[in-house]
Structures are given as C-alpha cells and as structure tokens.
C-alpha cells in the first residue's frame, strides 16, 4: 500500500515562498502515480491546486495560483514537490498530496485536477501566510 507524506509547510510573510514535498514509501514506484496537491482552508471545501501526469509530461493547476506555483516530481527519489512562490494570504490552507495509480501505457499524460480518484493521501501540511 503507498503512502505519501507532506512536508515543508509553516508560517510565511506575504509574498514569500514554500517548498513542500511528497515522500512516497511502499506500493508501486511513484512512476505508477499522477500525483495531486490539494488545499483545504477552514470553512471552505477541498479545492485541487496542481497536478501532474505520472511521467511529468503534464501539468495542471487552479488559476488562483499559476504563474506564482510550480509542481515538479522526481520519481527516482519517490518525491514530489510544489514550489511555491509570492504567497499570499489566501493560499492559508493545509495541503495535501495524493497519489492516483495508473499503470500501463496510455496515461503518461493523464492527471486529474479534482480529488476523485486519488486512493492515496498524505495527512497534510498547514502553510500559514500573514505579516
């Protein structure tokens, strides 16, 4: 069974930058996984931030944040990553990362950016961003 783990949250000043990670352990290689991160602030629903297709060859993310987000994942390390500049206070959330296996030929461009379908997730993050 995999299981993912986030880290890299904390309190940040407005217009700084986090990096989070995804460390993966067990199950297939991570290579088998699109991978998703998702936030979720206090009184609001889970709202997908970015995805990316289980070779890295596509990417999506939420408007809110492109341009100032990057996700990237090396599978030879089992981790992924969401590089996260000019924050904001509005991106005050926990994030999650979630895996969606997807062996086989046919999905290497494939992620999806809603939480369905993501069997695995971490326990999340919390990224704090006020002066």
């Known amino acids: 069974q995999l299981q993912v783990v986030e880290s890299g949250g904390g309190l940040v000043q407005p217009g700084g930058s986090l990096r989070l990670s995804c460390a993966a352990s067990?199950?297939?290689?991570?290579?088998?996984?699109?991978i998703g991160w998702f936030r979720q602030a206090p009184g609001k629903e889970r709202e997908g931030v970015s995805c990316i297709s289980k070779s890295g060859a596509s990417t999506t993310y939420v408007d809110s944040v492109k341009g100032r987000f990057t996700i990237s994942r090396d599978n030879a390390k089992n981790t992924a990553y969401l590089q996260m500049n000019s924050l904001k206070p509005d991106d005050t959330a926990v994030y999650y990362c979630a895996a969606d296996f997807r062996p086989g030929a046919g999905w290497d461009t494939f992620c999806s950016p809603g939480p369905a379908g993501y069997e695995h997730w971490g326990q999340g993050t919390q990224v704090t961003v006020s002066s």
């Open positions: 067990g199950g297939f290689p991570l290579d088998h996984y699109a």
